[in-house]
Protein backbone atom coordinates (compact mmCIF):
# COMPACT_ATOMS: atom_id res chain seq x y z
CA UNK A 1 0.00 0.00 0.00
CA UNK A 2 1.73 3.27 -0.99
CA UNK A 3 2.09 5.83 1.97
CA UNK A 4 0.70 8.85 1.96
CA UNK A 5 2.10 11.98 2.21
CA UNK A 6 -0.22 14.13 4.99
CA UNK A 7 2.74 17.13 5.41
CA UNK A 8 3.36 20.02 2.94
CA UNK A 9 7.02 21.08 2.44
CA UNK A 10 7.97 25.40 1.78
CA UNK A 11 10.82 26.05 -0.17
CA UNK A 12 12.94 26.75 3.26
CA UNK A 13 12.47 22.50 4.46
CA UNK A 14 9.59 23.83 7.29
CA UNK A 15 6.42 22.13 7.42
CA UNK A 16 2.92 23.30 7.65
CA UNK A 17 2.31 20.76 10.32
CA UNK A 18 4.03 18.28 12.45
CA UNK A 19 4.11 14.77 11.65
CA UNK A 20 3.10 12.93 14.96
CA UNK A 21 4.95 9.92 13.99
CA UNK A 22 7.69 11.13 12.42
CA UNK A 23 8.28 13.58 15.14
CA UNK A 24 7.75 11.01 17.94
CA UNK A 25 10.31 8.53 16.19
CA UNK A 26 12.88 11.78 16.09
CA UNK A 27 12.15 12.79 19.64
CA UNK A 28 12.84 8.97 21.37
CA UNK A 29 16.18 9.78 20.13
CA UNK A 30 16.69 12.50 22.44
CA UNK A 31 16.09 9.81 25.24
CA UNK A 32 18.87 7.68 23.77
CA UNK A 33 21.71 9.63 24.04
CA UNK A 34 20.69 10.75 27.08
CA UNK A 35 20.68 7.00 28.81
CA UNK A 36 24.31 7.16 27.30
CA UNK A 37 25.01 10.63 28.94
CA UNK A 38 23.95 9.50 32.47
CA UNK A 39 25.36 5.96 32.73
CA UNK A 40 28.63 8.44 32.37
CA UNK A 41 27.88 9.62 35.66
CA UNK A 42 27.78 6.28 37.04
CA UNK A 43 30.75 4.89 35.00
CA UNK A 44 32.85 7.92 36.45
CA UNK A 45 32.01 6.67 40.20
CA UNK A 46 32.91 3.22 39.49
CA UNK A 47 36.33 3.69 37.43
CA UNK A 48 37.39 6.16 40.36
CA UNK A 49 37.41 3.05 42.49
CA UNK A 50 38.18 0.78 40.35
CA UNK A 51 41.20 1.90 38.44
CA UNK A 52 42.20 4.44 41.40
CA UNK A 53 42.00 7.44 39.46
CA UNK A 54 42.63 11.23 40.27
CA UNK A 55 39.49 13.74 40.04
CA UNK A 56 41.03 14.77 36.72
CA UNK A 57 41.55 11.65 35.20
CA UNK A 58 37.75 10.44 35.61
CA UNK A 59 36.75 13.49 33.85
CA UNK A 60 38.45 11.44 30.93
CA UNK A 61 35.58 9.88 30.82
CA UNK A 62 33.26 12.99 29.55
CA UNK A 63 36.33 13.72 27.46
CA UNK A 64 36.53 10.36 25.48
CA UNK A 65 32.29 10.93 25.04
CA UNK A 66 32.16 14.71 24.11
CA UNK A 67 35.52 14.85 22.35
CA UNK A 68 33.57 12.12 20.20
CA UNK A 69 30.85 14.56 19.55
CA UNK A 70 33.31 17.44 18.76
CA UNK A 71 35.36 15.54 15.73
CA UNK A 72 32.74 13.68 13.90
CA UNK A 73 30.16 16.79 14.06
CA UNK A 74 30.95 18.45 10.65
CA UNK A 75 31.51 14.86 8.78
CA UNK A 76 28.23 13.96 10.08
CA UNK A 77 26.84 17.38 8.74
CA UNK A 78 28.84 17.04 5.72
CA UNK A 79 27.49 13.04 5.10
CA UNK A 80 23.23 14.21 6.21
CA UNK A 81 23.99 16.68 3.12
CA UNK A 82 25.14 14.54 1.15
CA UNK A 83 21.94 11.90 1.72
CA UNK A 84 19.35 13.11 4.15
CA UNK A 85 18.61 13.92 8.13
CA UNK A 86 17.31 10.27 8.15
CA UNK A 87 20.37 8.86 6.97
CA UNK A 88 22.22 10.86 9.14
CA UNK A 89 20.30 9.07 11.82
CA UNK A 90 20.02 5.77 11.28
CA UNK A 91 24.37 5.95 10.69
CA UNK A 92 24.40 7.42 14.30
CA UNK A 93 22.07 4.82 15.33
CA UNK A 94 24.72 1.86 13.94
CA UNK A 95 27.74 3.58 15.29
CA UNK A 96 25.83 4.17 19.02
CA UNK A 97 25.27 0.36 18.80
CA UNK A 98 28.63 -0.56 18.24
CA UNK A 99 29.98 1.49 20.73
CA UNK A 100 27.50 -0.33 22.97
CA UNK A 101 29.10 -4.02 21.64
CA UNK A 102 32.45 -2.82 21.98
CA UNK A 103 31.95 -2.71 25.65
CA UNK A 104 31.73 -6.54 25.67
CA UNK A 105 35.61 -7.18 25.04
CA UNK A 106 36.06 -3.56 27.05
CA UNK A 107 35.00 -5.61 30.09
CA UNK A 108 37.39 -8.48 29.77
CA UNK A 109 40.12 -6.83 29.14
CA UNK A 110 39.21 -4.46 32.25
CA UNK A 111 41.69 -1.60 30.99
CA UNK A 112 40.40 2.49 31.59
CA UNK A 113 41.88 3.01 27.89
CA UNK A 114 39.46 -0.13 26.06
CA UNK A 115 36.36 1.61 28.30
CA UNK A 116 37.30 5.10 26.57
CA UNK A 117 37.67 3.75 23.01
CA UNK A 118 33.82 2.35 23.81
CA UNK A 119 33.14 5.56 24.90
CA UNK A 120 34.49 7.30 22.15
CA UNK A 121 33.10 5.15 19.53
CA UNK A 122 29.39 5.42 21.46
CA UNK A 123 29.77 8.86 20.95
CA UNK A 124 30.68 8.80 17.23
CA UNK A 125 27.55 7.43 16.86
CA UNK A 126 25.52 10.09 19.25
CA UNK A 127 27.02 12.93 17.48
CA UNK A 128 25.50 11.65 14.13
CA UNK A 129 21.92 11.66 16.06
CA UNK A 130 22.52 15.22 17.59
CA UNK A 131 23.72 16.56 14.43
CA UNK A 132 20.40 15.17 12.35
CA UNK A 133 18.55 15.42 15.28
CA UNK A 134 18.57 18.67 17.19
CA UNK A 135 17.89 20.73 13.50
CA UNK A 136 15.33 18.11 12.27
CA UNK A 137 13.28 18.36 15.13
CA UNK A 138 13.17 22.19 14.45
CA UNK A 139 12.23 21.32 10.78
CA UNK A 140 9.08 19.20 11.49
CA UNK A 141 6.53 21.65 11.75
CA UNK A 142 5.96 25.58 10.98
CA UNK A 143 8.83 27.69 11.57
CA UNK A 144 7.39 29.73 14.61
CA UNK A 145 7.07 27.10 16.49
CA UNK A 146 10.79 25.32 16.08
CA UNK A 147 11.78 26.54 19.17
CA UNK A 148 9.00 25.23 21.23
CA UNK A 149 9.48 21.68 19.05
CA UNK A 150 12.87 21.04 20.62
CA UNK A 151 12.21 21.86 24.02
CA UNK A 152 9.59 19.61 23.62
CA UNK A 153 11.75 17.00 22.23
CA UNK A 154 14.78 17.81 24.61
CA UNK A 155 11.94 16.60 27.30
CA UNK A 156 12.83 13.00 26.61
CA UNK A 157 16.01 13.91 27.11
CA UNK A 158 15.60 14.15 30.75
CA UNK A 159 13.52 11.24 30.54
CA UNK A 160 16.06 9.27 28.94
CA UNK A 161 18.25 10.42 31.91
CA UNK A 162 16.20 9.22 34.82
CA UNK A 163 16.22 5.45 33.14
CA UNK A 164 20.14 5.77 32.83
CA UNK A 165 20.70 7.08 36.42
CA UNK A 166 18.16 3.53 37.67
CA UNK A 167 19.70 1.07 34.61
CA UNK A 168 23.17 2.32 36.31
CA UNK A 169 21.34 2.47 40.41
CA UNK A 170 20.46 -1.09 40.20
CA UNK A 171 22.12 -3.19 37.55
CA UNK A 172 25.85 -1.21 37.94
CA UNK A 173 26.16 0.29 41.68
CA UNK A 174 25.73 -2.46 44.33
CA UNK A 175 24.83 -1.21 48.04
CA UNK A 176 27.96 -0.48 49.38
CA UNK A 177 30.62 2.47 48.75
CA UNK A 178 33.26 0.40 46.23
CA UNK A 179 36.06 2.74 47.09
CA UNK A 180 36.33 2.17 51.02
CA UNK A 181 35.09 -1.25 50.47
CA UNK A 182 38.59 -2.16 48.21
CA UNK A 183 40.35 -0.07 50.23
CA UNK A 184 39.63 -3.04 52.93
CA UNK A 185 41.52 -5.58 50.93
CA UNK A 186 44.96 -6.54 49.49
CA UNK A 187 45.91 -5.96 46.46
CA UNK A 188 44.92 -9.35 44.79
CA UNK A 189 41.59 -9.16 46.06
CA UNK A 190 40.75 -5.40 45.38
CA UNK A 191 42.31 -6.66 41.69
CA UNK A 192 39.35 -9.28 41.55
CA UNK A 193 36.43 -7.72 43.20
CA UNK A 194 37.46 -4.65 40.56
CA UNK A 195 36.96 -7.14 37.71
CA UNK A 196 34.13 -8.46 38.93
CA UNK A 197 32.59 -4.79 39.50
CA UNK A 198 33.79 -3.78 35.97
CA UNK A 199 31.75 -6.85 34.51
CA UNK A 200 28.81 -5.11 35.77
CA UNK A 201 28.91 -2.41 33.50
CA UNK A 202 27.58 -4.94 30.85
CA UNK A 203 24.02 -4.74 32.05
CA UNK A 204 23.02 -1.81 30.80
CA UNK A 205 24.30 -1.59 27.64
CA UNK A 206 22.41 -5.25 27.06
CA UNK A 207 19.19 -3.28 26.93
CA UNK A 208 19.87 -0.18 25.65
CA UNK A 209 22.01 -2.54 22.33
CA UNK A 210 18.18 -4.48 21.67
CA UNK A 211 16.27 -0.63 21.57
CA UNK A 212 18.92 0.55 19.00
CA UNK A 213 18.18 -2.57 16.64
CA UNK A 214 14.32 -2.19 17.18
CA UNK A 215 14.74 1.79 16.20
CA UNK A 216 17.04 1.16 13.11
CA UNK A 217 14.33 -1.33 11.66
CA UNK A 218 11.72 1.71 12.07
CA UNK A 219 13.74 4.29 11.06
CA UNK A 220 14.34 2.92 7.98
CA UNK A 221 11.16 1.41 6.96
CA UNK A 222 9.10 4.88 7.87
CA UNK A 223 8.83 7.59 5.18
CA UNK A 224 10.43 11.17 6.23
CA UNK A 225 10.04 14.76 4.85
CA UNK A 226 13.42 15.99 3.62
CA UNK A 227 13.75 19.13 5.52
CA UNK A 228 15.61 20.78 2.99
CA UNK A 229 15.67 24.12 1.56
CA UNK A 230 13.90 24.20 -2.40
CA UNK A 231 14.93 25.91 -5.58
CA UNK A 232 12.64 27.47 -7.24
CA UNK A 233 12.70 24.07 -9.38
CA UNK A 234 11.98 22.27 -6.51
CA UNK A 235 15.77 20.57 -6.21
CA UNK A 236 17.66 20.53 -3.11
CA UNK A 237 19.46 24.17 -2.16
CA UNK A 238 23.04 23.10 -1.38
CA UNK A 239 26.45 24.84 -0.49
CA UNK A 240 30.05 23.90 -0.17
CA UNK A 241 31.20 23.65 3.11
CA UNK A 242 33.98 27.27 1.93
CA UNK A 243 30.91 28.76 1.04
CA UNK A 244 28.97 27.86 4.33
CA UNK A 245 32.55 28.79 6.43
CA UNK A 246 32.62 32.38 4.28
CA UNK A 247 29.00 33.04 5.51
CA UNK A 248 29.25 31.82 9.38
CA UNK A 249 32.60 33.82 9.70
CA UNK A 250 31.25 36.92 9.37
CA UNK A 251 27.96 36.13 11.74
CA UNK A 252 29.20 37.21 14.98
CA UNK A 253 25.41 36.10 17.27
CA UNK A 254 25.91 32.36 15.64
CA UNK A 255 29.69 32.26 16.92
CA UNK A 256 27.80 33.91 20.63
CA UNK A 257 25.50 30.86 20.00
CA UNK A 258 28.45 28.20 19.80
CA UNK A 259 30.17 30.27 23.06
CA UNK A 260 27.44 30.26 24.84
CA UNK A 261 26.41 26.67 24.05
CA UNK A 262 30.38 25.64 25.02
CA UNK A 263 29.88 27.29 28.33
CA UNK A 264 26.58 26.09 29.03
CA UNK A 265 27.89 22.03 28.52
CA UNK A 266 30.90 23.06 31.02
CA UNK A 267 27.77 23.44 34.08
CA UNK A 268 26.01 20.55 32.73
CA UNK A 269 28.31 18.01 32.29
CA UNK A 270 30.35 19.53 35.30
CA UNK A 271 27.50 19.15 37.91
CA UNK A 272 26.19 16.07 36.69
CA UNK A 273 29.73 14.06 36.40
CA UNK A 274 30.55 15.28 40.37
CA UNK A 275 27.61 15.55 42.24
CA UNK A 276 27.39 11.53 43.14
CA UNK A 277 31.51 12.08 43.89
CA UNK A 278 30.33 15.24 45.95
CA UNK A 279 27.80 13.52 48.01
CA UNK A 280 30.76 10.62 48.58
CA UNK A 281 33.37 12.99 49.69
CA UNK A 282 31.37 15.36 51.93
CA UNK A 283 29.13 12.50 53.67
CA UNK A 284 31.87 8.86 53.49
CA UNK A 285 29.43 6.74 55.10
CA UNK A 286 27.12 7.17 52.06
CA UNK A 287 26.54 4.04 50.25
CA UNK A 288 27.37 4.52 46.11
CA UNK A 289 23.77 3.00 45.65
CA UNK A 290 22.18 5.68 48.26
CA UNK A 291 24.76 8.18 46.05
CA UNK A 292 23.15 7.58 42.92
CA UNK A 293 19.85 8.91 44.42
CA UNK A 294 20.81 12.23 43.95
CA UNK A 295 21.56 12.05 40.26
CA UNK A 296 17.93 10.47 40.18
CA UNK A 297 16.34 13.39 41.78
CA UNK A 298 18.45 15.43 39.62
CA UNK A 299 17.24 14.11 36.28
CA UNK A 300 13.82 14.49 37.57
CA UNK A 301 14.47 18.15 38.37
CA UNK A 302 15.55 18.43 34.97
CA UNK A 303 12.62 16.72 33.62
CA UNK A 304 10.36 18.94 35.23
CA UNK A 305 12.21 22.03 34.74
CA UNK A 306 11.56 20.94 30.52
CA UNK A 307 8.04 20.78 30.73
CA UNK A 308 7.90 24.14 32.80
CA UNK A 309 10.06 25.44 30.47
CA UNK A 310 7.85 24.21 27.20
CA UNK A 311 5.37 25.90 29.03
CA UNK A 312 6.81 29.58 29.59
CA UNK A 313 8.90 29.93 26.26
CA UNK A 314 4.95 29.45 24.55
CA UNK A 315 4.27 32.47 26.68
CA UNK A 316 7.28 34.52 27.29
CA UNK A 317 10.35 35.77 25.26
CA UNK A 318 12.49 33.07 26.08
CA UNK A 319 15.80 35.18 26.11
CA UNK A 320 13.90 36.64 29.30
CA UNK A 321 12.88 32.86 30.80
CA UNK A 322 16.33 32.07 30.14
CA UNK A 323 18.18 34.97 31.74
CA UNK A 324 16.22 34.06 34.83
CA UNK A 325 16.47 30.91 35.19
CA UNK A 326 20.90 30.96 34.65
CA UNK A 327 20.96 33.87 36.71
CA UNK A 328 19.41 31.78 39.88
CA UNK A 329 21.50 28.68 38.87
CA UNK A 330 24.50 30.28 38.86
CA UNK A 331 23.03 31.45 42.77
CA UNK A 332 22.15 28.00 43.41
CA UNK A 333 25.90 26.82 42.56
CA UNK A 334 27.54 29.26 44.42
CA UNK A 335 25.36 27.73 47.83
CA UNK A 336 26.65 24.33 46.72
CA UNK A 337 30.61 26.01 46.73
CA UNK A 338 30.35 27.24 49.81
CA UNK A 339 27.93 25.77 52.50
CA UNK A 340 29.16 23.04 54.06
CA UNK A 341 25.76 21.03 55.10
CA UNK A 342 23.82 18.64 53.31
CA UNK A 343 21.74 21.78 51.76
CA UNK A 344 24.92 21.74 49.36
CA UNK A 345 24.54 18.36 47.67
CA UNK A 346 20.79 19.37 47.45
CA UNK A 347 21.59 22.79 46.09
CA UNK A 348 23.42 20.83 43.03
CA UNK A 349 20.13 18.59 42.70
CA UNK A 350 17.90 21.43 42.51
CA UNK A 351 20.07 23.74 39.94
CA UNK A 352 18.91 20.55 37.46
CA UNK A 353 15.50 22.18 37.65
CA UNK A 354 17.24 25.48 35.48
CA UNK A 355 19.05 24.06 33.03
CA UNK A 356 16.36 22.64 31.28
CA UNK A 357 15.64 24.59 28.27
CA UNK A 358 19.46 26.03 28.27
CA UNK A 359 20.94 24.17 25.49
CA UNK A 360 17.39 23.54 23.16
CA UNK A 361 16.95 27.35 23.48
CA UNK A 362 20.78 28.48 22.63
CA UNK A 363 20.31 25.61 19.91
CA UNK A 364 17.64 26.96 18.37
CA UNK A 365 18.37 30.64 18.00
CA UNK A 366 21.95 29.99 17.16
CA UNK A 367 20.40 28.26 14.52
CA UNK A 368 17.92 31.27 13.55
CA UNK A 369 20.76 33.79 13.08
CA UNK A 370 21.51 31.41 10.14
CA UNK A 371 18.91 33.14 7.64
CA UNK A 372 20.18 31.45 4.47
CA UNK A 373 19.20 27.98 4.91
CA UNK A 374 21.57 26.19 2.47
CA UNK A 375 23.90 26.36 5.30
CA UNK A 376 22.05 25.00 8.16
CA UNK A 377 23.62 21.17 8.44
CA UNK A 378 27.02 22.69 8.84
CA UNK A 379 26.06 25.29 11.55
CA UNK A 380 23.93 22.93 13.09
CA UNK A 381 27.32 21.24 13.38
CA UNK A 382 29.11 23.78 14.71
CA UNK A 383 26.72 24.06 17.11
CA UNK A 384 27.07 20.06 18.27
CA UNK A 385 30.65 20.62 18.27
CA UNK A 386 30.05 23.09 21.23
CA UNK A 387 29.35 19.85 23.17
CA UNK A 388 33.53 19.84 23.56
CA UNK A 389 32.86 22.24 26.34
CA UNK A 390 31.74 18.49 28.06
CA UNK A 391 34.76 17.43 27.18
CA UNK A 392 37.46 20.48 28.43
CA UNK A 393 35.19 22.10 31.42
CA UNK A 394 34.99 19.08 33.41
CA UNK A 395 38.52 18.20 33.20
CA UNK A 396 39.63 21.54 34.55
CA UNK A 397 36.99 21.21 37.10
CA UNK A 398 38.67 17.78 38.50
CA UNK A 399 41.91 19.66 37.99
CA UNK A 400 40.32 22.18 40.76
CA UNK A 401 39.03 19.04 42.67
CA UNK A 402 42.08 17.49 43.00
CA UNK A 403 44.13 20.92 44.45
CA UNK A 404 41.14 22.04 46.64
CA UNK A 405 37.93 20.11 47.12
CA UNK A 406 35.52 18.49 45.28
CA UNK A 407 32.75 21.11 47.12
CA UNK A 408 35.23 24.10 46.02
CA UNK A 409 35.12 22.78 42.66
CA UNK A 410 31.47 23.74 41.89
CA UNK A 411 32.71 27.55 41.78
CA UNK A 412 33.74 26.56 38.23
CA UNK A 413 29.91 25.64 37.13
CA UNK A 414 28.58 28.43 39.37
CA UNK A 415 30.70 31.00 36.81
CA UNK A 416 29.96 29.18 33.88
CA UNK A 417 26.35 29.99 34.30
CA UNK A 418 26.78 33.23 35.17
CA UNK A 419 28.08 33.75 31.39
CA UNK A 420 25.05 32.17 30.07
CA UNK A 421 23.02 34.42 31.74
CA UNK A 422 25.10 37.44 30.01
CA UNK A 423 24.64 35.95 26.68
CA UNK A 424 20.79 35.93 27.47
CA UNK A 425 20.93 39.64 28.30
CA UNK A 426 22.70 40.56 25.19
CA UNK A 427 20.76 38.35 22.73
CA UNK A 428 17.23 40.21 24.22
CA UNK A 429 17.50 43.21 21.98
CA UNK A 430 17.01 40.26 18.88
CA UNK A 431 14.11 38.83 20.73
CA UNK A 432 11.07 41.51 21.22
CA UNK A 433 7.80 39.58 20.45
CA UNK A 434 6.29 37.00 22.62
CA UNK A 435 5.11 33.92 20.86
CA UNK A 436 1.34 35.30 20.73
CA UNK A 437 2.58 38.13 19.02
CA UNK A 438 4.77 36.16 16.44
CA UNK A 439 1.86 34.15 15.62
CA UNK A 440 -0.32 37.68 15.14
CA UNK A 441 2.43 39.18 12.93
CA UNK A 442 2.87 35.43 10.74
CA UNK A 443 -1.49 35.86 9.88
CA UNK A 444 -1.08 39.09 9.50
CA UNK A 445 1.89 38.47 6.65
CA UNK A 446 0.00 35.60 5.23
CA UNK A 447 -3.15 37.42 4.97
CA UNK A 448 -1.59 40.43 3.12
CA UNK A 449 0.32 37.70 0.65
CA UNK A 450 -3.29 35.93 0.21
CA UNK A 451 -4.81 39.33 -0.89
CA UNK A 452 -1.72 40.42 -2.55
CA UNK A 453 -2.32 37.10 -4.98
CA UNK A 454 -6.08 37.83 -5.63
Given at each position: ?38 L ?27 G ?13 K ?62 R ?56 T ?5 Y ?13 F ?14 I ?10 Y ?16 Y ?7 W ?9 M ?15 S ?7 R ?17 I ?52 E ?15 L ?19 P ?41
Open positions: MKNKVKWIESSDGYLNKTPILQFVLVTILFAMWAIAASNDILITQFKAVFDLSDFATAFVQSAFYGYFIVAIPASLFIKTSYKMGIIAGLAFFALGCFVFFPASRVATYEIFLFAIFVEAIGLSFLETSADTYTTLLGPKLGTVRINISQTMNALGDIIGILLGKYLVFQDSNLKAEMEKMSKSMAAQFGQQQLARLEPYKVLVVLIVLIVLFATKFPSGRPKTKTGEASATLKETMALFKNKRFWMGVGAQFVMGVQTGVSFTIRLALEFPSFSDRYAANFMLYYICFFIGFLASYLLSKFRETRVLAYATIGCVFLLGTTFIHSIVAIWLAVVVSLLMGPAWPTIYSRTLETVEDRRYTTAGAFVVMAIVGGAVPAIQGIVSDNSTMQFSFLLAVEFALVAVYFISEMKHDKLTPKQKLELELSQKTQLDSAAV
